[in-house]
């Protein structure tokens, strides 16, 4: 059984028609755009001038000079006070070695030494670093000549990507100084937070007790 649509009431009074008469939208843009011009014209031009040096200001307070010597250079920096030390690496000196993973701590691929020991540059404000000493996978090797780990990497296969590479090395460097590497276990052990999502595990380990062992770091 169909049903029959209600009836509409004759008395029923006509609704304006929005879409017939050209001249409507018109009306109304014209209308909105007015009252937005005669809105902004509203605001006092000192409050304008207040706000922007209110800008000025905070700018000023989120900035930091730093000095940092990295990898053997003395550099003088203006920073931002929400800089980490990756971001000012890799944004600010262009130093693209060290590799931003996960960027909260978890994974190693940021991994520096700051005064001879390994960080996670990511969780690292740089304006809380000024006067540091920095290394960076950058400035491991001598000229053409590869630091002992970096050779042994390649002697023992240790990446495939390469992504975490500069901070497994970086982080095989301070192990080793720190004589936490006498063998693959214990190796594994104090490398566990550098991630390799390759598995390049053995070669990994391998490559930095073989280093340890003979006496390079
Ligand atoms: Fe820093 Fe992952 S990027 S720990
Ligand atoms: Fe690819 Fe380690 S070599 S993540």
């Not at 006070?81 to 000012?88: A, F, K, V």
């Not at 600010?92 to 520096?112: D, E, F, R, V």
């Amino acid at each position: 059984m169909t049903q029959t649509p209600p009836m509409v009431p004759a008395d029923y009074p006509e609704g304006p028609a929005l879409d017939d008469d050209p001249e409507d939208g018109s009306r109304r843009d014209f209308l909105i755009a007015g009252s937005t011009v005669a809105g902004a014209s509203m605001i006092p031009m000192s409050s304008l001038s207040a706000a922007s040096a209110r800008n000025k200001a905070a700018d000023s307070v989120r900035q930091t000079s730093l000095t940092l010597t990295v990898n053997g250079e003395r550099r003088e920096l203006q920073i931002d006070n929400r800089q980490s030390l990756l971001d000012l690496l890799r944004e600010s000196l262009q130093l693209t070695g060290t590799k931003k993973g996960c960027n909260q701590g978890a994974c190693g691929a940021c991994t520096i030494l700051v005064n001879g020991r390994r960080i996670v540059s990511c969780l690292a404000p740089a304006a809380l670093y000024d006067g540091a000493q920095i290394t960076t996978i950058e400035g491991l090797a001598s000229g053409d000549q590869l630091h002992p780990l970096q050779q042994a990497f390649i002697d023992h296969e240790g990446f495939q990507c390469g992504y975490c590479t500069a901070g497994q090395i970086m982080s095989g460097v301070a192990c080793i100084k720190e004589g936490h590497a006498t063998s693959e276990r214990e190796a594994k052990y104090w490398m566990s937070g550098n991630i390799c999502r390759c598995g390049a595990y053995a070669g990994i380990s391998a490559a930095v007790v073989e280093v340890a062992r003979g006496g390079q770091s």
